[in-house]
């Protein structure tokens, strides 16, 4: 699939079938996913990988899917056969820009943006678009008790889950409503020299 159909077609799925996902295509994603930006190359991205129908079920309940099933949607965090859960580690990054080659003499690195998430964010949108080249489908949402995902997946304290990705064979599916919404146009988000 050409890049641009790719990126035209991705959109949060929230309705999954049961088949399984093909083992390689999902090695091909998590690859995909290893292979973005990295301040540094300090690489602080990490990808816990769920496939386990039970650990689904407790991650939906942790995520609480309950509150979708009540707005009309399908149980689509359970029924999803893979769950991704992106995490980064800010210590990589005081780690890395600590190394030799990067300290600068006599000051400590101060950040004025926490590139740890920027890059975790570029990681997250090579899997969602990884996922749509594979012929899947993916979706997105926030991680409701992090300490209980944190207990459950044996994450570490110094690792910061950023949410959970759900992956699968698309299925219909009722849009959510913020789909109700246009795009905004060119003109509104692209300044072309300047901001003015």
Known sequence: MEFA???RR?????????DPVDPEALERILDAARRGPSAGFAQGQ?????????????IAELCG???FLDRGFQPWLSRAPVHLVPCVREADYHERYAARDKAAPGRPRAWRVPYWWVDAGAALMLVLLAAVDEGLAAGFLDVRDVAAMRALLGIPDDVAPLGL???GHPAPDRRS???RRRRRPP?????RGRWG
């Open 5 to 7: 159909e790719v990126v």
């Open 10 to 18: 991705r959109r949060m799925v929230r309705s999954y079938r049961p």
């Open 46 to 58: 990490y990808v816990v990988v769920v496939t386990d129908a039970d650990t689904r079920r407790r």
């Open 65 to 67: 899917e309950r509150s």
């Open 165 to 167: 990705v759900t992956i």
């Open 177 to 179: 409503e913020s789909l």
């Open 187 to 191: 003109g509104d988000i692209i300044r």
